[in-house]
């Protein structure tokens, strides 16, 4: 299996990519209309927002998977004996105790990675984010310590239908409004814990425009659009929000995150326009 990472996907998104992947899924095209997306998913055994849109986009290109909440060991292993060997999964760990993992034995934190089912009480992991193919464990070895396990369907293909010039009309359609509401909300915020929120948000905001850009240099190759400094800025907004979340006084702050942010937006529906011509 070729084991996909980069920049604005995590380690749930890693896997369900690589898997896409090895079933001959043209991934990139679920990134096609991330540039507009603004309805993203809260996970919040995560605290992180993430796309739900990607998730909608995979299915219609063929790939399905189990959208479940966290779920107990006895849980997941009732689901493990359901697999059929050599049928994938992936599977919700704390990487303390995955012995390739950077942080084994040193720190806990909440990973995912692909398994395989090889028999009743075996199986092979595939691990995107940390380049581990194919190691060999118990079942029993890693149960205690799982969180979640979410099962995968390949369904029947249809055309998504998006097109680079389709998604630039929606953020012509779109950014005014979305620009004045995420402004409202950074203008109105009443206390810090609102601000972590935004910051959180906007994370998410840049990693959908770091996979659209993905997928416009396959639909249209360009060093014009999404460059370097670009993210650089759209960083400073998200790490403004961040230290605003962090100080008792943050008027001054915030009007820098609103003129900066503003900016960037209108950049955005000027490339859409661009792109239209």
């Given amino acids: ?7 604005g996907l995590n380690c749930y998104q890693n896997c369900i990519i690589s898997i896409a992947q090895y079933f001959g899924i043209e991934y990139s095209l679920a990134f096609s209309s991330l540039w507009s997306e603004v309805d993203f998913l809260y996970e919040n055994y995560f605290q ?16 399905k998977v189990e959208n479940t909440l966290s779920v107990s060991p006895e849980q997941a292993k009732e689901k493990f004996d359901m697999l059929v060997n050599k049928r994938m999964a992936i599977i919700g760990i704390d990487a303390y105790f995955l012995p390739w993992s950077p942080i084994y034995k ?4 909440k990973h995912y990675l692909i398994i395989q089912k090889k028999s009743s009480s075996t199986l092979s992991c595939f691990d995107p984010s940390y380049k581990e193919e194919n190691a060999k464990m118990a079942y029993m070895d890693i149960a205690p310590y799982i969180f979640n396990l979410r099962s995968l369907e390949l ?3 249809q055309s998504l239908g998006i097109t680079h010039m389709q998604e ?32 959180r948000y906007i994370d998410a905001m840049i990693n959908n425009r770091h996979l659209y ?3 416009l240099n396959t639909a ?4 014009e659009y999404f460059n370097e400094g670009y993210f650089y800025r759209w960083n400073c907004v998200k790490n403004g929000l ?3 979340f962090l100080l008792k006084k943050h008027d001054k702050i915030l009007e820098e995150v609103v003129l900066l942010f503003h900016e960037l937006m209108n950049e955005e529906l000027e490339m859409a326009k661009t792109m239209l011509l």
Avoid: W
């Avoid at 040193?106 to 934190?109: D, P, V």
């Avoid at 005014?176 to 935004?198: A, H």
């Fill in 1 to 7: 299996m070729n084991l996909i990472s980069f920049k």
């Fill in 155 to 157: 369904v029947k293909k």
């Fill in 242 to 244: 961040f230290k605003a």
């Fill in 106 to 109: 040193l720190a806990h934190e």
């Fill in 168 to 199: 630039a009309k929606t953020i012509v359609r779109d950014q005014p409004v979305t620009q004045q509401k995420i402004t409202e909300k950074i203008k109105t915020c009443e206390n810090n814990e609102e601000l972590l929120m935004l910051g």
């Fill in 220 to 223: 249209l190759p360009s060093d």
């Fill in 213 to 215: 850009h993905y997928y």
């Fill in 48 to 63: 992180i927002y993430s796309s739900r849109r990607m998730l909608i986009n995979m299915e219609t290109l063929g790939l």
